[in-house]
């Protein structure tokens, strides 16, 4: 399995910009689909976006976070970044990276098509 690791939380203002990081190991990290996910207290894990294999020149976004977040891969880093702008306080959430089951389907929406997760970060945004 791919092990997972997320950096780059933190506090930021309403409107404020975050850039978060996944970094993969223990696997070749090119063949996987690779996803983030986010958790609000009291709520269940739900997706932000994820990116293809390989080339990742295929990305999908949950509709509250389109035109504000961007999902890129670099595939020599073996990391995934989740580049976050206009934040707003509903964006608060535990924000976590995934490595998506061989073959699975695209878009890879569904939280069980993920096979490895990382730990999390927070990020929280104030009003």
């Known amino acids: 399995q791919v092990q997972l690791v997320e950096s780059g939380g933190g506090l930021v203002q309403a409107g404020g910009s975050l850039t978060l990081s996944c970094k993969a190991s223990?696997?070749?990290?090119?063949?996987?689909?690779m996803g983030w996910f986010r958790q609000a207290p009291g709520k269940e894990r739900e997706f932000v976006a994820t990116i293809i294999s390989w080339t990742g020149d295929r990305t999908t976004y949950a509709d509250s976070v389109k035109g504000r977040f961007t999902i890129s891969r670099d595939n020599v880093k073996n990391t995934v970044y989740l580049q976050m702008n206009s934040l707003k306080p509903e964006d608060t959430a535990v924000y976590s990276c995934?490595?998506?089951?061989?073959?699975?389907?695209?878009?890879?929406?569904?939280?069980?098509?993920?096979?490895?997760w990382g730990q999390g970060t927070q990020v929280t945004v104030s009003s």
């Open positions: 223990g696997r070749t990290f090119s063949p996987y689909n």
């Open positions: 995934a490595a998506a089951r061989a073959g699975s389907s695209w878009p890879t929406a569904d939280r069980y098509e993920y096979a490895s």
